[in-house]
C-alpha cells in the first residue's frame, strides 16, 4: 500500500507542497493509532483548557478520586508509569494542592493518595469537559461504531498480553 499524502507545512522558507511517500505507514495500526492519539490529545487540550492537564493526569486525579487512599505504587501500576515518573506526577498535583500524600495506613512506608477539595473540585469540571469531549469524538463514529472501536482496542490488547 504506497500511498502519497501531502507534506505537513512547516511555514518557513524550506516548506514544500511537494508529495510525501509515507510507503507503508497509511496501511498500518499502529500508525493511524498513534496519529489518532495525538489529534484526540490535542483535542482534550483544547476541551479542557487547562494546559497543565494532560490525558495522563486527568487519568490519575480520576482513578485517585474513584480510589481515595491508593498508594503511589498501586497507581504506577495502573497508569503503566514506572514509579520514578509517578512521583514527579504527584509532586506537580500536589505543588497545584490537587492531591495530598498521606502515609498509608497499613505501610507507614508507602504514600496513599487523596484528593484535596480543590482537585474534587476540579475533578468534577473537568468530567464535564471530558465527557463532552468523548461526545464529539463519537460524533465521527456514531454509538454503535465507538463502541465497536472501544470493544476491538481492548482486543487488541488483551492479544498483546497474551502474545
Known sequence: MNQKQAAPKSGGKNSSAAELDFDL?????GYQLRLTQLAIFNDFGKSLSDPAISPGRFGVLALIGANPGLTQS??????????????????QLEARNLVERRAAPNDRRSNALWLTDAGKKLLRAMKQR??????????????????????????????????
Not at 505507514?25 to 495500526?29: F, K, Q, S, V, W
Open 25 to 29: 505507514l497509511p496501511g498500518l495500526i
Open 74 to 91: 498501586r497507581l504506577a501500576l495502573a497508569t503503566k508509569l514506572d514509579r520514578s515518573t509517578m512521583v514527579a506526577v504527584i509532586d
Open 130 to 163: 471530558v465527557r463532552a469531549h468523548e461526545t464529539h469524538i463519537a460524533a465521527a463514529l456514531g454509538e454503535e461504531d465507538a463502541a465497536r472501536l472501544i470493544s476491538m482496542l481492548a482486543r487488541i490488547r488483551a492479544h498483546l498480553r497474551t502474545s
